[in-house]
């Protein structure tokens, strides 16, 4: 489809869902050798399975929040959201949170609380969390606003609601950047999208805040322009190893090392891979890759998904793999009420 078609939304939302889903079985692995993964996912061709069986973890039951809440809401309002938040962890808490972030949401359902965005401050002694929570639900703000500058603010704002380091909030906003531009088909020029990326980052992360967190955690000034300029550098190159990748970018639970890994997955895998079966699509072959960095799987696949999937479109996403996962078809009817919502909101729709 073209730009910001029906088609992206439901890629991409979709494909957020099953990277979630069929990571979760390597996630914290610090080694997965390429043959099990390629096992796990042709069990799911296996027509004796389906229905749901492999459960979606907090990114899912996260980013469900966050659409539920743009959708009623048409349009961001924080204190919804957290509620929606405490409420969905309440019900179901063991989705595989991170330890953190658990003290968040307790907090968040106190009737009591005047500020939402005071329980993650207090986080870490008040240096607040850098996990990739922020980022692993942050594609839903690509799909509901069309405008640059609202994805920016409400990627970051919905983040901050649990993670206040600007390592953390910070790669929300990439990881939106990175869907909202892939919405729009910048995948088609691989290098433009990268360069627009490190373009639009320069100035997210031009502030004090952003600068001080950097200082305190012995980062570079502007991490994550820092660790896009890697990016580009890995493109550059005729050959890389999971070993590089993994060296240069990481694969773990923070979201300086997580968000442009799961970029990298996207670019990386836009052009068939020795080491990847030839019958796969870009789409398979971006789930695929993600889960053979091991570490944080879920999380790294869920973005790259995302990202993949408003490039691709909901038409390469086997529907085998839907049937296997749960949420992936709530996900599809979900897609097509925010590609309305953001239809609305365009100038002129
Ligand atoms: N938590 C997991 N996986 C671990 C095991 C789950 C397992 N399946 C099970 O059920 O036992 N996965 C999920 O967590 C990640 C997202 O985490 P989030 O929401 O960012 O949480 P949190 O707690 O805020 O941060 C995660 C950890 O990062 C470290 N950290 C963060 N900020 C820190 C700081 N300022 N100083 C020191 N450490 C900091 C802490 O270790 C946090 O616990 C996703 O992978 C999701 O899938
Ligand atoms: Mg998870
Ligand atoms: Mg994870």
């Not at 743009?70 to 924080?78: C, I, Q, W």
């Not at 994550?224 to 890389?240: A, G, I, P, W, Y």
Request: glycine fraction near 10%; include cysteine; proline fraction near 4%.
């Amino acid at each position: 489809g073209g730009p910001a078609s029906l088609s992206r939304f439901r890629g991409s939302l979709v494909a957020a869902v099953l990277g979630d889903c069929v990571g979760g079985e390597f996630e914290g692995a610090e080694e997965v050798p390429m043959e099990s993964v390629l096992q796990h996912l042709s069990s799911l061709d296996d027509e004796s399975k389906g229905n749901g069986i492999l459960e979606y973890s907090d990114d899912t039951a996260m980013a469900r929040c966050v659409v539920q809440s743009l959708l009623t809401r048409a349009g961001f309002d924080e204190r919804d959201m957290a509620r929606r938040f405490a409420k969905e962890y309440s019900a179901s808490p063991g989705r595989g949170y991170g330890s953190g972030v658990i003290q968040v949401l307790k907090k968040l359902s106190s009737p009591q609380l005047s500020d939402v965005y005071q329980p993650a401050r207090d986080q870490f002694n008040g240096r607040g969390s850098f996990g990739n929570g922020g980022a692993m639900r942050a594609a839903p703000f690509a799909l509901a606003f069309p405008d640059l500058a609202d994805v920016k603010r409400f990627a970051r704002l919905g983040a901050m609601l649990t993670h206040s380091c600007s390592l953390g909030y910070n790669g929300a906003v990439l990881q939106a950047l990175a869907v909202h531009l892939s919405l729009q088909g910048a995948l088609d020029l691989p290098q433009q999208f990268i360069s627009r990326l490190i373009t639009e980052m320069e100035e997210v992360e031009g502030n004090e805040a952003t600068r001080n967190d950097a200082r305190i955690l012995k980062e570079a000034e502007k991490p994550f322009c820092e660790r896009l300029h890697r990016v580009q550098d890995l493109m550059d190159r005729s050959k890389v190893s999971i070993e590089e990748v993994i060296s240069e970018l990481g694969n773990g639970i923070a979201a300086l090392h997580s968000v442009p890994t799961a970029i990298f997955c996207v670019l990386h895998c836009l052009q068939p891979r020795e080491c990847l079966p030839e019958k796969y699509g870009g789409l398979e072959r971006t789930i695929t890759y993600s889960l053979a960095l091991g570490g944080d799987t879920d999380t790294i696949a869920c973005m790259a998904g995302a990202i993949a999937g408003a490039h691709y479109g909901i038409e390469a996403i086997p529907q085998t793999w839907i049937k296997c996962c749960e949420g992936a078809e709530d996900a599809d009817m979900n897609a097509e009420r925010l590609h309305m919502l953001y239809h609305q909101s365009s100038p002129g729709g």
